[in-house]
Structures are given as C-alpha cells and as structure tokens.
C-alpha cells in the first residue's frame, strides 16, 4: 500500500506542523478548514487523522521540498 495513504501519527502530525511553519493547533486547523478541537484531538492521539488530512500535509511537504 501507498504510504501517502496511510493515516499518520501525532508525532508525523506534529514534525509536519513544525515542517510547514505551522506554530498553533489554530494555526493549522484554519490553514486546512478543520476546528482547533479536532487538531488538539490528532494530537493526542485521541481520534486518528484522517487519511484525505494525512495525504494533504504529505504533498504540502513534498512540495516544499521540490527545488523550482
């Protein structure tokens, strides 16, 4: 299976955070439309991030890394 797929874990949620200059759960959850509660709950591992979340912030860092 595609590991861009899969789900991802507080602790790949919160590098990607740090990854893409996001400072606040509110920070993030405007950034991708979701309430600051849901992103505190990923966080502690509470509720699984989902999969379309997880794929998102994946490509974000890939894109980030591509040289242009």
Do not use: C, H
Not at 19 to 47: C, F, H, M, P
Request: proline letters at 6%.
């Amino acid at each position: 299976m595609d590991e861009r797929l899969a789900s991802m874990s507080p602790d790949e949620l919160r590098s990607a955070m740090r990854s893409l200059g996001y400072r606040t759960q509110n920070d993030l959850a405007q950034a991708i439309g979701v309430s600051r509660s849901a992103v505190s709950l990923w966080l502690e591992g509470k509720v699984g991030v989902p999969r379309p979340v997880a794929m998102l912030l994946r490509m974000l860092l890939a894109a980030q890394r591509r040289p242009f």
